[in-house]
């Protein structure tokens, strides 16, 4: 599965870079090494730009760029990516 593929709010883990060389440098100089982990926040009403969070910040790729980066899913939200946040909104709470 590629980036772009990745539903909006799929938290999904890099596999590997495909393309051009220089691109795939870039790239991995932008966040998106092997392993690092990527959730894709939103995309733009006809699909291209993709914005995603990578390394706790926010970055915007092309379609073009997402389809280089294959990517295996993660744990889906609330499982390992919301622990230590506190309770997700509307869930109850101990006090």
């Known amino acids: 599965m590629t980036l772009r593929a ?11 870079l495909t393309g051009d060389p220089a691109l ?7 966040g998106f090494a092997p392993g690092q982990s990527v959730r894709v926040l939103r995309r733009a009403p006809l699909g ?12 915007a790729v092309r379609a073009a760029e997402a389809d280089l980066l294959e990517v295996e899913a993660a744990a889906p ?10 309770p997700a909104f509307g869930a109850p709470t101990d006090v």
């Open 6 to 16: 990745t539903p909006v709010g799929g938290t999904a883990r890099i596999g590997r």
């Open 24 to 30: 795939r440098e870039r790239l991995v100089e932008l």
């Open 48 to 59: 291209d730009p993709v914005e995603v969070l990578v390394r706790g910040y926010r970055l």
């Open 77 to 86: 939200a609330g499982a390992a990516a919301g622990a230590g946040r506190g």
